[in-house]
């Protein structure tokens, strides 16, 4: 593993922040005729398969602006149609039938007008398939062709908390063939960044993937720790939150130095920006260790884990209509 220093890290996600907001003033200005400069951004650039999602929207422009579209297009939706200044709305986009569908809604903004056309595939036979509703959340990655192809389960775990309440604890792509998860998304909002509980250290295999459990014994010997990939420490708001964080689909082979050292670092300045609602609405979280064939080191254990080569963690901080992102790569 290559020592990355945590200061700059974090000095690089500070400029990142400010250049964020920088960039989105230099995209608009007032035109000499007394129009309204305005550019948007289009997630996915307006083409989109059967199974709809949520996309955002990036709109760049000074003072108000709406956003108009056919009544009877009633296939999408926006998290608002109108606001002001510089701003993010999330596209939402339903799941389509047997008929191919297009439609056009316009952005303004004083005199200046933007029409955009967006199409949606129509269901793909072949593809006899039909995610869970989880899969359609913010943080959730793209599925892979190998979930499709029986090759991968997308799986969700939900948890009760101390009010009797179930909600969505994590979610992730589990890898048959790798024995490994492709990724694990989950989310900090006032509810689970609570902390009413501790570490449990309830080593299980997943209910959910029984048959491809991975267990302590892979582990033994082989020069690695077994590493949470959400950590154990991110899900104190009940004891069954914590517990699932213990489940072998959310471990990864991990050398101790990089374990208990920048890995176990960033972690906890992850999880204090979760636990910070005055940074955060909700703070989306995605995590993991590459499984494609080029991208991992070798095997460990009878079930033949895959040791990743490259670990990462992805970022998305909402606080009302504002959004911020930042990414980290290790290897």
């Not at 809604?105 to 036979?125: L, P």
């Not at 994590?170 to 501790?198: C, G, I, P, Q």
């Not at 050292?261 to 204090?272: A, D, K, N, P």
């Amino acid at each position: 593993m290559k020592k990355i220093h945590f200061g700059l890290l974090l000095f690089l996600f500070s400029v990142l922040l400010f250049n964020a907001c920088d960039s989105e003033s230099n995209n608009v200005d007032i035109g000499g005729n007394g129009s309204v400069a305005l550019k948007v951004e289009l997630e996915g650039g307006g083409k989109y398969n059967y199974q709809g999602g949520q996309f955002f929207v990036r709109i760049f422009t000074t003072g108000n602006w709406s956003i108009e579209k056919p009544a009877s297009d009633n296939w999408y939706t926006f998290s608002t149609t109108s606001g002001r200044d510089n701003g993010t709305v999330v596209l939402k986009v339903t799941e389509n039938g047997n008929e191919s569908r297009s439609s056009k809604f316009t952005i303004i903004a004083g005199s200046t007008k933007k029409s955009i056309e967006i199409t949606q595939d129509k269901f793909d036979e072949e593809l006899l398939y039909y995610p869970k509703k989880e899969a359609y959340r913010i943080e959730i990655p793209r599925l892979s062709k190998d979930v499709v192809d029986d090759k991968a389960a997308f799986v969700a775990h939900y948890a009760s908390d101390n009010y009797g309440d179930t909600r969505l604890n994590f979610s992730l792509e589990y890898n048959y063939a790798s024995r490994h998860s492709r990724w694990v998304a989950f989310t900090f909002y006032d509810k689970t960044a609570e902390s009413n509980t501790s570490r449990s250290d309830a080593w299980s295999y997943d209910p959910q993937l029984i048959e491809w459990t991975n267990n302590e014994t892979d582990y033994r010997g082989s020069g690695y720790d077994r590493g949470h990939i959400m950590a154990s420490a991110d899900r104190l708001y009940s004891r069954t939150a914590n517990e699932q964080t213990f489940y072998y689909s959310n471990i990864t082979p991990q050398v101790n130095s990089f374990n208990s050292g920048i890995w176990l670092e960033l972690e906890g300045v992850v999880r204090g920006w979760g636990k910070n609602n005055s940074f955060r609405d909700t703070l989306y979280v995605v995590k993991g260790g590459t499984i494609r064939e080029d991208q991992v080191l070798h095997t460990i254990g009878k079930s033949e884990i895959v040791v990743p080569k490259y670990n990462y963690m992805a970022v998305l901080s909402k606080k009302g209509d504002n959004y911020k992102s930042i990414g980290f790569w290790f290897e």
